[in-house]
T-cell receptor, first 114, second 113 residues
């Protein structure tokens, strides 16, 4: 079975550019989570969706960050404009059954903002 | 508030047992998880335990839960060099919608030959 698929795996771009990260959850999973991982702050939950609806976005750092889930099989996390401090690994995860089942993670997108 | 604490580093010799410890603050946690992260990869679910259990064993892995002390441990028997990774403890606090997870900082396990 296919796991959570994220793209791109690596992204290097210049400060000020728009960045779009993509995620395809496991088929049938109705919860989708976006995390950010850095050495300084560890693993942080940014936002999560249930049935394509954002439930909790309290972890989104600021207005430069936005996330959408237009359908059950696709989500995006967008940063506009990007800044060097946004450099991190961004993970997407999905789960089912109201979150009782464990979250399954993608391999992440390693983002570097120069 | 909700908080999960882990020691940052553990070093063991190949063939020994490893014990990774975790403490949490939310006594109403329903599920507690162990994830493994290898370099450059995502988090891989290792095992999890429901809060009404004291112990769960899965091949070389043993999870012990002490609810009174809010302490969770992961024991890896016969540790191999391939077990070198960062191990994350996580809890699902009761009442949180959608299985929102609270992660610890991760314990880096180094296995020496």
């Amino acid at each position: 079975d296919a796991g959570v698929i994220q793209s791109p795996r690596h992204e290097v771009t210049e400060m000020g550019q728009e960045v779009t990260l993509r995620c395809k959850p496991i088929s049938g999973h109705d919860y989708l989570f976006w995390y950010r991982q850095t050495m300084m702050r560890g693993l942080e939950l940014l936002i999560y969706f249930n049935n394509n609806v954002p439930i909790d976005d309290s972890g989104m750092p600021e207005d430069r960050f936005s996330a959408k889930m237009p359908n059950a099989s696709f989500s995006t996390l967008k940063i506009q404009p990007s800044e060097p401090r946004d450099s991190a690994v961004y993970f997407c995860a999905s789960s089912s059954e109201g979150g009782i089942q464990p979250q399954h993670f993608g391999d992440g997108t390693r983002l570097s903002i120069l | 508030g909700e908080d999960v604490e882990q020691s940052l580093f553990l070093s063991v010799r190949e063939g020994d047992s490893s014990v990774i410890n975790c403490t949490y603050t939310d006594s109403s946690s329903t599920y507690l998880y162990w994830y493994k992260q290898e370099p450059g990869a995502g988090l891989q679910l290792l095992t999890y335990i429901f809060s009404n259990m004291d112990m769960k064993q899965d091949q070389r892995l043993t999870v012990l839960l002490n609810k009174k002390d809010k302490h969770l441990s992961l024991r890896i028997a016969d540790t191999q060099t391939g077990d070198s990774a960062i191990y994350f403890c996580a809890e699902t606090p009761f009442g949180n919608q959608g299985g929102k997870l609270i992660f610890g900082q991760g314990t880096e396990l180094s296995v020496k030959p």
